[in-house]
Structures are given as structure tokens and as C-alpha cells.
């Protein structure tokens, strides 16, 4: 059956190829893909659905039976006694000893501190910027969870970076080192944040160890790829420079490669920062406190105010962080080409600033302690919004819902159920040899369609393939419209600078936000349920598809453009029949991009009623680990094989006539 | 002989040491490659520099010459065939003691200048004093010094990407004379330059060359700079030498067509000099000046178009020819070969 479906319709495709096909014969094979399908599918509802329940194998008893081992043997088992256990003692006692010190500096003293260093690293705006925004974190009455919050990004940026630096340069030095880390990169990069956590909650059980560690390893792939990029892109020709004048391979570094490598390491730092961020956040739902606690338990009680006031102090933070370490590597890069006399006072000065933050911060750490003898920021001066707040949204409710109601309900009867319904009518080999082809059709080779079948099978063998099926026509669903509302908007900000100077701070924003966040005013205005995950994804997935849109357009040759102008090409002319066929690959790029990242979303929405997964994963992490490794495994299997598809859809499409023509 | 090559090979691929003087290496290129998975960038090449004397190697992209000349330092370890600096075997040495050639005796300057965009000027200059270990005040001394050799002194803190292509390269040449190396090498490093100050820099290095008296390795893809600057000439071609000569030789006498080919268009006056077309000194008396052996004929020509009279050619203050009009033309118009 198989067979047929993926074999009769590819015998009408092959000879088409490799000539270009008259319009007639691709219309023919398109018709002819279209009925194809469209008759598998209709046979496939007429046999039984679904994954066959005698097949599944009850793996999430296997994890449970090993947390109860896990708990039984931890005072005893020389694994835990020597290694696990001291492990999570060290995590608690030092983020202990930070939150310490954190709050001991007062909380003038820390926002002074910390606007004091951004200002020296990044020009005193950025100082200001950080003052403000610190200052409001405050405001909102949220000081001691920004300060855990803070604590914990200190502790996991220094970890990561103190592993993700070494070894990214020793990746970067040796290109075998680099083709064996590749992989397992590419890897940590597909799996979505949240089904980091499950193993660990198995091993630490709750709290701020597995935080921590989550945080740590999701945040060591850009700070590795980075530093491995940046010194890999120095020239030849400065290495060369460097041998002639008999440099050692240590000098060889430290004059050479690491000084013409930092731009890319400070990004990677910046990448780092905001990894760790969009974690922390995310592990309030293992138990650790901060700011993610107060969005999390807010969702969950639906306190939309409350939930507010925890991300616009996240957003607050990441825009922060985000803008300071921008702004000091920008800074950085840029006090290069100074004129030379300016330039050695600057060094002078340069010193001078930082001295004079330095004291400055220990006479605001002193005022704190001494003069306003504040620890924690004073409750009587926060401002509360989540009242005003509340009753706005309740207005708002009143007013939009019956839009909001009409847009959920056509999304359900339109879209998610018709097809999770298709997904869960047909057999299940039907839809994982659908993967397959898909698979085949983007790759032409036996690898990628075998992962795939492999995959969805797993899938239902682990019996999960009911809410796997519910996920996976959200993510549809929500990459659909992210994609088809992306390159529209993508297109006219690459024919209109104007469009493209006004998205851009909002696209920077939107970028910047963590995940957690697109869910609070989201579930303001379409409440709980499927709908408002999918909003949420696809609107956090578009910068990417819009910017990779845009870029691809703006980067087709503009003597391509004219020549097809000269021949008297209409505007939409020109876009179909040049611009967009040659912005393709990087169109794509984006398609993957947006698939990914709708994927993360979707899996977080289980916290508001989306179901699926994230539900399973987040329901696993509280109460049935097991269940939530398996859901984690699914998300896992599910992530592979959507991340290769798409990738290779970008990749191999460019290269089709020449693999067309040797088939 | 300050350096010395004898029979020297470098070939890309598996098991380059097998195409080594094998009659594969004398197929071409690409049948090379086909059957065999390697290309022979430089075969069997011998020659002789003296101490003091600038040697070029001319040929176009992919001769051979760049690899060549980073063979010297061993940039590029030689697959087959023996360097000697000083009578030294370089390839002999060990990491260290070719760290100490390459620190101290043999320096060089690169077509894409090379500079290290995070340095100022003379951080750049000072780099191999750094390399080997000289104190910053010292180093520092030192790079002033070169740069004001080059004529760059009021750019020392200065970073190179405010400075014009030109200066670049200058800079380059400074940080090369620096360590005060025996053997300068020198790979295109004036290609990249627009014409009018490539021919500065020409003269520069002439005058360099002039007053510091080092020996140095010259690669170009430009005959009239190779005829400019060198004492002697390679024409490499497909990693060989195919002719090895004086600018004079090369240009009067090709080793072959494609050298001929190679130096057809070039004028011939810009390249004999007095000493090869003067006659033996035949007793007249009336001379319109003297000039020294060494002068190019395209010097001659105005003073023999403002006198009938023969020019007398002078060395060591003794007579040892005369030039006169009729010899000029003659051997301006005459067929190479």
C-alpha cells in the first residue's frame, strides 16, 4: 500500500524532471499528485485509525520504576553519595550564597551596581536603559523574584560560557573536534526547551539543581558555535602572517585568533544570555521561583494582571540584557578607527570610567545599607497593576469576545479539528509513510524517509500517538498561518524601506521576548484552550519568516531585477517570476526556522489548555514523571523529523536540476 | 650561497611522494589529477641565491610561485628536495629551531598585506619582535624606527583600516624589516595595489634594497616588475623553471616560445643596457658624455638625440666602450634571439 502511494505518482514525477517540463505535463503531474493523494486518503478513513493499542510499549512504567530506585537508593548508592548528591548541594549552597549576596548589596545598591557596569561596558544610554528597567522590575513589586531570577542566569551564563568558550575554541582550532561536536549541537538546538527537563527532574527530582543544569545545557550551543565560528573565520592569511614570524601555537591564540574572533564571541555571550533567559523562565514549571514562577502560577489561576506584571518585568529584562551586551560588543568593535590621538586618551579615560563605576556602586552598595536600610524593595512603593489591569482585560473580554470567540471558533472548526480528525482517521502508517515521502521528496535518498517512518512510528508505540497527533495539527495549523502571513509582510518590507525601518523595532522586540511570554496576553484576550497556543506560536514564529523574506528578496542582484524590468516586466511579475524564485533558499530557512520555533510554543501552550505534549510533559514534571519523559520523547521524535524535513527542503530544492538530471 | 634550493617538489594529494620525478609528473595537470588524485605544484626546481642579490620568480596564477616561496619558510613543507639557508637544511629542523628562523632570520611580506585589524600601526609593526619575546619598550622603539624607514611616522597609533591600500602595504614592509632579517620574501606583495603606487613602492623597495642590502625572494605575475626590481629572473611555468637569467637575458634571449611570448611586448630599450650594445673603444675623441655600463638604452636615447657624437662608456674611471646612435637603433629594432 505504501508502495503504491508513494511509488505510482513519483513514476509520473521522474521523467518530468530532468528537461524542463512544459506547463501542460506539470500541471498533469500536479493533478495527478493531488488525486493520488486525495484517493489514499480516502481509503485510508475506510480502515481502522490510529496506532493499534496491542503494539504499545509502556515505557513510562520503566522511567517510574527508576525514579522509585532513584529515590530508594539516594542515600546509599555510591553514584548518588559521590557524585549526585554533592552535585546538588553545591548548585543550592552556591545560588544560596548569590541570592545572599544579591540581596545583601540592597536593592539600590544592585540596580545601582548593575547600571553602573552596563554603563561603563556600553555607553552610559545603555546605563540609563538599565536603570530604567531594572528601576520598573522594582516598581512592579517584583524585587526579590528578579533577584532569584537574576541569581540563577549569573550562575548558569558563567557556567555555560566557562565550558562553551574552551571548548569552542578547541572546536574551532581542530576541525575533527568540530565535526564530532557538530552533531550533537545540531541535536541540543532541535530539542525544545521544555523536554530538557524531564530527564533531570528523574535524576534531581524538583528544584533549583535541575533548573540550573537545564539552563546550563540549553544555553551552551550558541556560546560553542559561536567562539568555534569566530576563530574559524580568521583568515589563512593572518594565521599565515603569524607562522612566518614563528609565532607558538599559544601566541598564535592570544594575538591573533582570539582578538580577531571576539566579535563572535561576544555574540555568542549575547545568544548565551538570552538562551538562559527564556530558560529560567521555563523552569518555574520544575519548581524554581523568580520571575517564571509568578507568570506560571498566574496563568494557572488565569490572574491575567498578575500574569502581565511578571512578563513585561521578563520582557523588561531580556530587552536589558539583550541591548547592554549588544551594545558592548558593538562598543567594542567600533572603538577600532578612532583617530589615534583620541584614541589613547580614551584608553586613559576608559580606565578612569570604570574606576569611577566601581566606586560608585560600592558608595550606592554603602548608601543602601547604611542610609535607606532597605533590603528588599518596600512593598508601599511598588505599583500594582494587575487590578487596573484586570478589570481592563474583563472590559475587553466583554467588548472583543464575541471576535475573539468567532476567530476561536473557526480555527477549531476549520482548522485543528478537520486535522487532527484526517491525522487520527487514517491508519497510522499512513501518516508516517506520508512523513516518508515528504522525506523522499526533499532528500531523494533512502536515509531520510527510513528516519522519518521511524520516528511517527515511534511515536505510537510509546502510545502517545493520540496527543502527538493533537500537537501536530497545532503545529500545522499554527506554522500555516505564520508562513502565510509572514511572506506578504516580508515581501512589502523589502519593496518599501519605509515598512522596513518601521518593522524593525518591533521585530527586534518580538525577538528578544522569551517564549513564556507570548502566552499572557494572548490568553487576555482568547482565554484557554488550543486557539490561544497557536496564536501565540504563530505570532512568535513570524520575525524570522518576515526578516528571512525580506533579506532574501533585498539579496537577488539588482541587474537581475533590471534585466527583467528591461523586457517590460510587471511588478508582480518581476516578484514571481524573479524575486521570489531566487529569495527561495532563504525563504525556506525561514520556513524551518518558523516550524521550529511554533514547535517550542505549542509545547509551552499545554500550560494554558492547549493539551497535547506540553500537558503530558508539564503533567509528568508534578506528578507522573514517567509519562512526562515519554511525552518528552514524542516532542523529541516529532522535533527530528519536521527540523530535517524542512531543512533539507531549503537545501537540496537548489540543487534539484542536477540531481534531477543524473537520476 | 644565503639560500639554496635543490630539486625541490611540493605536490598536493594522496601520496604525493609517489608522483615525485615518476613520469606522472610531467602529464598534464589535469590528467594528473584524473588519474591520480594530485597536482604537482612545484617540480623539481633548483637555484642559487646570493647574499644581497634580489631574485624574482615571474609566472602566472597557479605556476607554482607562491607555494614555492612559502616552501622557504616552510609555510609549506617541500614533499621532496632539500633548502638550504646558509648552508642550514631547514627542512632538518625541529619546531623550535624553525621557529627561530622564522622569528629571526627570514621574514615576509604578503599580497593582502596581512595586517591585524585589532593592532594599531605599530603594534603591527612591532608583531614578530613581539613574537619573539622583546620587551614593549623596546619593540616599540623599534617600530618607530622602521616606520619612519617607510615613511609612515605620523601613523604609529593609528589602526589599518584608516589607512589607504598603499600605506597598508608599507606598513607590511616595515613590520618585515623590523626583526632585521637576512632574507626578506616577498609574495606579490604589490598586485593588489593600483598602478601609480605600485611603482612607489617598487622604488621604495629599490631604495630599501639600495641601503639595507638584503636578500630577498621577489614573486610577481608582472614582467616589467620583475624587470624593474630584479638582479635576477625565473619564469616559472606549471611548477617548473623554464628560464632563470638577468632581465636582459630573459628579454633578448627567451628560453623559449612562451618566454618569448611572455616578453614580446616588452620595450626593449627599457631593459639593455649600455654595457651589451657598446663597441669596444675605437679611438675617437669626441663624445657627447659618459655613462656608466649599467645605464638602459631608454636613458641614452636623449642625450644621443641632442649630439651626433657617440656617448663614451665608463667604468672604475677607465674607458671600456663607446655607444654611439646607429648601435642604439640597431639594437633597439633588432629580432630577439
Known amino acids: ?663 | 650561497m644565503t639560500v639554496s634550493c635543490r630539486d625541490v617538489w611540493k605536490v598536493y594529494g594522496p601520496r604525493p611522494e609517489r608522483i615525485v620525478g615518476s613520469p606522472q609528473a610531467d602529464l598534464p595537470r589535469s590528467e594528473l589529477l584524473a588519474r591520480t588524485g594530485c597536482v604537482a605544484a612545484v617540480r623539481g626546481v633548483s637555484f642559487d641565491v646570493a647574499p644581497g642579490e634580489v631574485f624574482v620568480v615571474m609566472g602566472l596564477s597557479g605556476s607554482g610561485k607562491s607555494t614555492l616561496v612559502r616552501m622557504l619558510n616552510r609555510l609549506h613543507e617541500p614533499t621532496a628536495g632539500t633548502i638550504l639557508i646558509d648552508g642550514e637544511d631547514i627542512g632538518a629542523l625541529d619546531a623550535d629551531r624553525l621557529r627561530e628562523l622564522r622569528r629571526r632570520r627570514v621574514s615576509m611580506v604578503f599580497q593582502h598585506f596581512g595586517l591585524l585589524p585589532h593592532r594599531r600601526i605599530v603594534d603591527n609593526v612591532a608583531f614578530g619582535l613581539e613574537i619573539q619575546g622583546v620587551d614593549r619598550t623596546e619593540r616599540l622603539r623599534r617600530a618607530h624606527e622602521v616606520l619612519e624607514v617607510v615613511g609612515l611616522e605620523g601613523w604609529a597609533d593609528a589602526f589599518p583600516e584608516e589607512l589607504s591600500g598603499g600605506m597598508q602595504q608599507r606598513v607590511g614592509l616595515a613590520r618585515a624589516l623590523a626583526t632585521d632579517p637576512e632574507i626578506m620574501l616577498f609574495d606579490e606583495p604589490f598586485s593588489a595595489l593600483d598602478p601609480l603606487i605600485r611603482r612607489d613602492m617598487q622604488d621604495e623597495v629599490l631604495r630599501l634594497q639600495r641601503e639595507l642590502r638584503k636578500t630577498m625572494i621577489f614573486i610577481t605575475h608582472d614582467l616589467m616588475e620583475a624587470l624593474k626590481l630584479g638582479d635576477r629572473i625565473a619564469v616559472m611555468k606549471d611548477g617548473r623553471f623554464v628560464q632563470v637569467g638577468t632581465p636582459e637575458e630573459v628579454v633578448i634571449r627567451p628560453a623559449d616560445a612562451y618566454v618569448a611570448d611572455f616578453t614580446r611586448d616588452v620595450p626593449r630599450s627599457h631593459v639593455l643596457r649600455a654595457r651589451s650594445v657598446m663597441q669596444p673603444p675605437n679611438g675617437a675623441h669626441a663624445f657627447a658624455g659618459d655613462v656608466s655600463p649599467e645605464t638602459l638604452l631608454v636613458d641614452l636615447l636623449p642625450i644621443l638625440a641632442r649630439s651626433e657624437a657617440p656617448l663614451r662608456v665608463v667604468e672604475d674611471g677607465r674607458a671600456i666602450g663607446v655607444v654611439d646612435r646607429a648601435a642604439v637603433l640597431a639594437a633597439m629594432v633588432e629580432d630577439a634571439g
Not at chain 1, 500537537?471 to 511572506?487: E, F, M, N, R
Not at chain 1, 499572557?520 to 524570522?544: E, H, M, N, S, T
Open chain 1, 1 to 663: 500500500m505504501q508502495e503504491r502511494l508513494g511509488g505510482s505518482p513519483r513514476a509520473a514525477a521522474l521523467p518530468g524532471r530532468p528537461v524542463a517540463a512544459p506547463g501542460q505535463h506539470a500541471w498533469a503531474r500536479r493533478a495527478a499528485w493531488v488525486l493520488g493523494l486525495g484517493a489514499a486518503v480516502a481509503l485510508g478513513l475506510r480502515l481502522a485509525g490510529g496506532f493499534p493499542e496491542r503494539w504499545v510499549v509502556d515505557l513510562a512504567r520503566s522511567f517510574n520504576a527508576f525514579q522509585d530506585w532513584v529515590i530508594t537508593n539516594q542515600r546509599t548508592h555510591p553514584v548518588f553519595r559521590y557524585g549526585l548528591v554533592p552535585l546538588k548541594d553545591l548548585v543550592n549552597g552556591s545560588f544560596d550564597a548569590i541570592v545572599r549576596l544579591l540581596s545583601r548589596m540592597t536593592w539600590f545598591g544592585l540596580i545601582a551596581t548593575l547600571s553602573l557596569i552596563s554603563g561603563a561596558a556600553a555607553g552610559w544610554r545603555k546605563g540609563v536603559l538599565a536603570a530604567v528597567g531594572f528601576g520598573s522590575m522594582a516598581l512592579l513589586g517584583l524585587w526579590p523574584e528578579s533577584v532569584e531570577t537574576l541569581a540563577l542566569m549569573v550562575m548558569a551564563v558563567v557556567a555555560a560560557l566557562a565550558v562553551g568558550i574552551p571548548l569552542g575554541i578547541v572546536a574551532g582550532r581542530r576541525p575533527v573536534v568540530d565535526r564530532l561536536l557538530r552533531p550533537v549541537l545540531d541535536g541540543m538546538q532541535t530539542i525544545p526547551a521544555f523536554s530538557y527537563l524531564v530527564p533531570l527532574v528523574l535524576l534531581f527530582s524538583i528544584g533549583t539543581t535541575t533548573a540550573l543544569i537545564a539552563t546550563i545545557v540549553f544555553a551552551l550551543p550558541p556560546a560553542i558555535r559561536l567562539t568555534s565560528l569566530g576563530v574559524r573565520l580568521v583568515s589563512r592569511g593572518a594565521i599565515e602572517v603569524a607562522e612566518s614570524f614563528g609565532s607558538t601555537r599559544r601566541q598564535l591564540l592570544w594575538k591573533v585568533q582570539l582578538p580577531l574572533a571576539k566579535p563572535h564571541i561576544m555574540l555568542g555571550v549575547n545568544q548565551t544570555i538570552m538562551m538562559a533567559l527564556g530558560m529560567v523562565v521555563i523552569a518555574a514549571s520544575v519548581g524554581f521561583r523568580g520571575l517564571g514562577r509568578v507568570v506560571y502560577n498566574a496563568l494557572q489561576r488565569r490572574d491575567v494582571g498578575e500574569a502581565l506584571a511578571g512578563g513585561i518585568a521578563i520582557v523588561v529584562l531580556a530587552v536589558v540584557l539583550d541591548r547592554v551586551t549588544m551594545g558592548w560588543s558593538e562598543r567594542d568593535r567600533r572603538q577600532r578607527g578612532v583617530g589615534s590621538p583620541r584614541l589613547g586618551r580614551w584608553t586613559l579615560s576608559r580606565r578612569a570610567v570604570w574606576a569611577a563605576a566601581v566606586a560608585g556602586a560600592v558608595l550606592a552598595v554603602v548608601v543602601g545599607r547604611e542610609v535607606l536600610r532597605q533590603q528588599d524593595f518596600p512593598t508601599t512603593w511598588a505599583l500594582s497593576i494587575s487590578e487596573p489591569v484586570n478589570r481592563a482585560v474583563a472590559w475587553l473580554t466583554l467588548h472583543v469576545s464575541d471576535v475573539t470567540e468567532a476567530m476561536t471558533g473557526s480555527m477549531i472548526r476549520f482548522g485543528l479539528d478537520p486535522l487532527r480528525d484526517l491525522l487520527l482517521g487514517v491508519p497510522w502508517w499512513m501518516v508516517a509513510g506520508g512523513a516518508a515521502l515528504a522525506a523522499w521528496k526533499v532528500s531523494r535518498r533512502p536515509g531520510l524517509p527510513i528516519l522519518a517512518f521511524t520516528c511517527v512510528a515511534g511515536v505510537g508505540l510509546v502510545g502517545m500517538w493520540e496527543i502527538s497527533m493533537d500537537t501536530l495539527s497545532q503545529v500545522v495549523v499554527a506554522v500555516a498561518s505564520s508562513v502565510v502571513l509572514a511572506i506578504p509582510i516580508g515581501v512589502w518590507s523589502a519593496w518599501d524601506d519605509r515598512v522596513r525601518r518601521a518593522l524593525r523595532p518591533i521585530l527586534d522586540a518580538m525577538q528578544t521576548m522569551p517564549q513564556f511570554v507570548y502566552l499572557v496576553p494572548v490568553v487576555a484576550l482568547f482565554g484557554v484552550g488550543r486557539v490561544p497556543g497557536v496564536i501565540a506560536a504563530l505570532v512568535y514564529a513570524l520575525p524570522p519568516g518576515i526578516r528571512l523574506t525580506d533579506t532574501g528578496i533585498r539579496q537577488v542582484p539588482r541587474e537581475t531585477v533590471e534585466a527583467a524590468l528591461a523586457f517590460g516586466s510587471t511588478r508582480w511579475q518581476v516578484l514571481t517570476k524573479v524575486q521570489l524564485p531566487l529569495a527561495r533558499p532563504s525563504i525556506l530557512l525561514g520556513v524551518n526556522q518558523t516550524v521550529m520555533m511554533v514547535l517550542s510554543v505549542v509545547i509551552i501552550a499545554g500550560l494554558v489548555g492547549g493539551g497535547g505534549l506540553g500537558y503530558e510533559v508539564i503533567q509528568g514534571l508534578s506528578h507522573d514523571p514517567g509519562r512526562g519523559m515519554v511525552a518528552g520523547i514524542c516532542i523529541l521524535l516529532l522535533a527530528i523529523v519536521i527540523d530535517r524535513i524542512t531543512q533539507m527542503m531549503g537545501r537540496v530544492r537548489g540543487a534539484a536540476p542536477a540531481a534531477g538530471a543524473s537520476v
